[in-house]
């Protein structure tokens, strides 16, 4: 069974701090997403790697696919408030039904 | 991209009966996905539906509890048989576009008494 960890599961920052969120796992994926999930809503997507070592940035985010595609961190530069939500990666399966596997979440809070 | 409907969005039921909870998606989707939510917690998958075809079910989740419907590319039923309070949760469908992106309906919230 794949099983994909999160840490830290909750973060409670103020505002302007940096902050990284990570996601890990034994198990190698074909890709790996990173969603974000505010109260009352189904998850977002934000981005998606699929090559070992591959970084993305999405403004003050930065996503990084490890080399061996088994982890990814998220990193948030400057927290707002609007970042506050529930993060979760996601990975592809690489072997038997395709399908998608969430990580535990990260529940992050950013105070004004 | 696609956009998901869920219906009940919320429902507060007895122990012992059933529930069906309709997914119709705006577009036609091979692939559509059941999750549970516990508040606050992580997405857990329970079943892959495709059309023609019987439900997947993962580890811990049987036909018998979740019987998933798919007559067709736009639609879908989970329904949650003889329902008990540790079936309290939120109730996500998904389908998955051809870029890979997941699209997620609003949920069902359930509540068993």
């Known amino acids: 069974t794949q099983l994909l960890e999160q840490s830290p599961q909750f973060l409670s920052i103020q505002e302007g701090e940096n902050l990284t969120v990570y996601c890990n796992s034994s198990s190698v994926f074909s890709s790996l997403q990173w969603y974000r999930q505010e109260p009352g809503e189904g998850p977002v997507l934000l981005v998606t790697?699929?090559?070992?070592?591959e970084v993305k940035k999405l403004k003050r985010l930065t996503f990084q696919f490890g080399d061996a595609r088994k982890d990814s961190s998220l990193h948030i530069t400057a927290a707002q408030p609007g970042d506050t939500g529930l993060y979760l990666c996601?990975?592809?399966?690489?072997?038997?039904?395709?399908?998608?596997?969430f990580g535990t979440g990260t529940r992050l809070k950013v105070l004004a | 991209s696609a956009v998901i409907s869920q219906k009940p969005s919320r429902d507060i039921c007895q122990r012992g009966t059933s529930l069906t909870i309709q997914c119709q998606v705006d577009?036609?989707?091979?692939?559509m996905f059941w999750y549970r939510q516990q508040p606050g917690q992580s997405l857990t998958l329970i079943a892959t539906?495709?059309?023609?075809?019987?439900?997947?079910?993962e580890s811990g989740f049987v036909i018998d509890k979740f019987p998933i419907s798919r007559p067709n590319l736009t639609f879908s039923t989970l329904t949650v048989s003889n329902m008990s309070p540790e079936d309290s949760s939120i109730y996500l469908c998904?389908?998955?576009?051809?870029?890979?992106?997941?699209?997620f309906g609003e949920g069902s919230r359930l509540t068993v008494l």
């Open positions: 790697v699929v090559t070992g070592g």
């Open positions: 996601a990975g592809e399966t690489t072997s038997g039904t395709y399908k998608y596997i």
């Open positions: 577009s036609q989707v091979t692939m």
């Open positions: 998904s389908v998955e576009d051809p870029t890979g992106e997941l699209f």
């Open positions: 539906a495709n059309q023609g075809s019987e439900a997947t079910y």
